[in-house]
């Protein structure tokens, strides 16, 4: 087992994690008579390594889940959760979110084109939820800086909302209250055309460029952001806001959360930074999920879709879920740590 923690921990920290690069940088930074013990030099080194490392990891995830992608046109992911029923097809409707595009903007056409095919509505919404907050990007790059336990923790607990989520959803006979001209989109099957596996490779270089170009202003923003909370914020002030000592930094975080537009790599360098800070780990994942999910952007696209009252009772489900979340990570990691030191 000693030898199976040691490659795991090798793979986790100089593989995903890439320590080796943040060393190179500031040898780099020093050698060019930086200090990168001052906030200055630290707020470079942390810039500089994170665009790098995140733009690496994100051009190949998009590349293999793209080329994956490519087998799941809307059409086959239609007739795939067609064959389904009940809280099976919710939860097959959140694992095939997986394997969307990364920011809940572009998840809405799909949800609005699989509602329009007549797929149930709680179906759609569990994709809607799933699709922007947990992908296969998330996963690799939240090992690379929180371990597997939180990564998979995080992917786990992200699809248990979208499938709770939209099985109230379907509970609750909302259908009445998607707009007209959802209900009455013409359902066009059009039959995707062969790929070859050249065509794949085209589709996902295609996907890395597209997805890149949308995705790097708010990497750079993201990690200027963690530059600044990681060198320049003291410590003292991110405890008390969301630390442990505040019952509802929990709460804090996700409300702040939901006006802003980013996607997993762009939130990621936030998180990072305010856990080193000593933010706790679920209100951390909450502020992330609601970022993710509840974008103001994507709610006033949805607004063109659903009336206000299924709007309302989207955001209710995945705002409380999203809290809960954070409460149960936050109490799990102090009993965990209460164990470990009795």
Known sequence: MG???SIWLFFQDQILGMKWLNG??????????????????G??????????????????LIFFISYIQSYFPPERSKKILGRFHGIGANIISALLGTVTPFCSCSSIPLFIGFTSAGLP???????????????????????????AKVAFAYVIVGLIIAVIGGTLIEKMHMEKYVEDFVKNASDVDISSPTLTKKDRVQYAKEQV??????????????VGIGAVIHNWIPETWIESILGRNNPF???????VGVPMY??????IPVAEALLSKGAQLGTILSFMMAVTTLSLPSLIMLKKAVKPKLLTLFIAICTFGIIIVGYLFNIFIKFSIYFTIL
Do not use: H
Request: charged share 10%; with cysteine.
């Open 209 to 222: 460029v597209g997805t890149f170009k949308k995705v790097f202003p708010y990497i750079l923003i993201g």
């Open 3 to 5: 030898v199976v923690n």
């Open 249 to 255: 930094g929990v709460i804090l975080a996700t409300l």
């Open 43 to 60: 707020s470079i080194q942390f810039f500089l390594y994170d665009v790098i490392k995140i733009t690496i990891l994100l051009c190949l």
């Open 262 to 267: 980013a996607d997993i790599f762009g939130t």
């Open 121 to 147: 509505l709680g179906v759609t919404f569990s994709f809607l939820i799933s699709s922007p907050m947990v992908d296969l990007g998330s996963l690799v790059l939240l090992m690379s800086i929180f371990g």
């Open 24 to 41: 190179l940088i500031g040898n780099g930074l020093s050698l060019l008579g930086l200090d990168i013990n001052s906030r200055l030099g």
